[in-house]
């Protein structure tokens, strides 16, 4: 007995369903969870650790805002200059004298073989007074005044990681509207994975942890030799110690920075932030990878149907429902997030980023020298 159809199109069905369950088991419930607002004045102090590398143009704008947070259990401000050579160390130093809760950690070599980053940021963890730990990075911004308050009340159910969410600012163009798509995809799978109870990265531009849970993985020592992960191959080691993860979603505690100008300048960025990849525990792997793999299977079919044409019918109805259905659950999540983008995009958007996501990882496979600044 012959099937109605050709293998081809069950295989585009089966990735289809495979996405409609992320859908509806992960990306929509996350968006309709409620949002615990607790008092911010039974919060502990805080210290904040932002690390700069001739950063600055950026630090110009970051300092004064992080100085008008509101925050009443009183916080201090650690920023590590590592290694800058424009001016940076004057313009903290200016900063400490005005406020004295704002402290300068300067950075003048790095020791041979160990990630830059992760040795300024250890440095600068191990000055701070308070035990709550808040990051983000030089060339990011809060949201609001109430950032450190927002993300801080995301200790109290209890957890000893907070993760936040990081947003691009909008601006013209495609490529933005793209880097954006990509954040609120990227920030939909890790925040409704660990909100399902499998958190498996997050992104140092939104981020708190306690002391304790930094010393529970031994800080960076598993990867301190690799240019990346300081986000996410620390909460990778966090759960691996047992360490309580929380999301914190709120509008007032993200952070907002401005996306690479250039498709090279994003794709370097890109490729960095996937070189954390192969560290991650095979349950992450494989979890991550299905919802990215039936992704690109389901355009990798779909391209091939469109050369059958007894299959034309069912193509195009698997396609419009699949495409219709995650194209709403997109536009839900941008909403839940505050980072929303036009409806009619959301389907181009999420073709090119699945094509470009496999440019990546084979580029990845090729090329793995990464660097730097």
């Known amino acids: 007995m012959s099937l109605p159809f050709s293998p081809a199109v069950w295989l585009l069905l089966a990735c289809a369903l495979v996405q409609l369950y992320y859908a509806g088991y992960y990306f929509l419930p996350f968006t309709r969870r409620p949002i615990a607002s607790g008092p911010a004045e039974d919060a502990e102090p805080v210290s904040v650790v932002v690390c700069a590398h001739n950063e600055l143009k950026n630090l110009r704008h970051l300092l004064p805002l992080l100085v008008q947070q509101e925050y009443p259990a009183g916080f201090e401000i650690i920023v590590v200059d590592d290694r800058s050579n424009d001016g940076t160390a004057g313009l903290i130093q200016q900063f400490t004298q005005l406020y004295p809760h704002i402290r300068l950690v300067s950075v003048l070599t790095t020791p041979a073989d160990l990630s830059p980053k992760k040795y300024a940021l250890t440095l600068g963890i191990k000055v701070a007074r308070y035990e709550h730990l808040l990051f983000t990075d030089a060339d990011c911004w809060p949201a609001t005044n109430h950032w450190i308050s927002a993300m801080q009340q995301g200790f109290a159910e209890p957890a000893d990681l907070v993760l936040g969410y990081s947003a691009y600012a909008p601006a013209p163009g495609f490529l933005n509207k793209l880097i954006r798509f990509e954040t ?26 306690t002391k304790s849970c930094f010393q529970a993985t031994k800080g960076f020592a598993s990867h301190l030799r690799r240019l990346g992960g300081d986000d996410d191959l620390l909460v990778q080691d966090a759960v691996a110690q047992g360490q309580r993860v929380a999301v914190q979603t709120r509008p007032e505690a993200q952070t907002v920075s401005w996306p690479a100008q250039t498709w090279a300048a994003w794709w370097r960025q890109k490729r960095r932030h996937l070189s954390a990849g192969p560290r991650y525990s095979w349950k992450d792997k494989v979890r991550i990878g299905t919802f990215i793999g039936t992704n690109l299977l389901f355009y990798f079919t779909a391209t091939l149907l469109v050369f059958s044409r007894p299959d034309w019918i069912p193509l195009a109805v698997i396609w419009a429902v699949r495409t219709g259905a995650m194209s709403a659950t997109y536009a839900q999540l941008g909403r839940h997030l505050a980072d929303r983008l036009p409806f009619w995009l959301l389907p181009v958007l999420d073709a090119v980023y699945f094509l470009n996501y496999l440019a990546l990882g084979i580029s990845l496979f090729l090329y793995r020298t990464l660097r730097w600044k």
């Open 184 to 209: 609120l995809l990227t920030g939909a799978q890790y925040l409704s994975f660990a909100w399902r109870g499998n958190p498996y990265m997050g992104v140092g531009r939104n981020l708190a942890y």
